[in-house]
């Protein structure tokens, strides 16, 4: 008899279908994917995320990414959208953490997973591996971050409950991650990435400097 062989449930952010399609109609673009790539000259496979999301005041939705331990890590290149609430920048790293955050008024979902290439043997290609780290759901923050209270943004994040009414507690790793991703969810018409570092692209100097070599 042959075994069946179960595929593990994608980590991913469960969103009802009022909501994906409100999204949509609100021109809020999130890409939700992250992608195991390999690299030929440094011969390693690294996971690829793109920062992407923003909000109406009625709502938002963002996804961002940050080093295993909640450390910012830079961006590989910045994205030119054609409009607001969309793409904003690649990253490209060995292991990376995800952070999906949805917003409808003043109740959130949040979602914090990590990605990286699982073991591989006898020279196979891994596969990836996506562990849940955080998931919170209609967690509730009572500040107006689109409205009266924006001059806290960055400096709140909703607070989360389990049935029982338990206070769920975010990692403290992830604070700083959670606290930006909040205010990216009500970055009214976004435009730039708000938790990945610009790339430090050297001057024209050094690059003159380096071709003469």
Request: overall charge positive; glycine content about 8%.
């Amino acid at each position: 008899m042959a075994q069946s062989h179960s595929t593990p449930a994608p980590v991913r952010l469960h969103l009802p279908k009022h909501a994906l399609r409100r999204l949509q109609e609100a021109g809020i673009y999130c890409r939700s994917e992250v992608r195991l790539e390999h690299q030929p000259l440094a011969k390693r496979y690294v996971i690829h995320g793109t920062e992407s999301g923003g909000a109406i005041r009625e709502l938002g939705r963002y996804i961002t990414f940050c080093g295993p331990e909640g450390e910012p890590i830079e961006q590989l290149h910045p994205v030119d959208s054609l409009g607001a609430n969309g793409a904003h920048a690649v990253v490209v790293s060995p292991v990376l953490v995800k952070v999906d955050i949805f917003r409808y008024g003043r109740t959130y979902q949040l979602l914090i997973s990590r990605h990286e290439p699982s073991p591989a043997a006898n020279g196979t290609r891994p596969t990836l591996k996506s562990t849940e780290i955080f998931r919170g759901t209609d967690g509730y923050l009572a500040l107006e971050l689109c409205g009266k209270d924006k001059h806290l943004t960055g400096t709140a994040m909703p607070d989360f409950f389990s049935r029982a009414g338990e206070r769920i507690d975010i990692p403290s790793q992830f604070h700083a991650l959670t606290m930006t991703s909040t205010l990216a969810v009500c970055c009214v018409g976004c435009v730039h990435a708000h938790y990945l570092l610009p790339r430090a692209y050297p001057s024209k100097t050094s690059v003159n400097e380096v071709a003469a070599l």
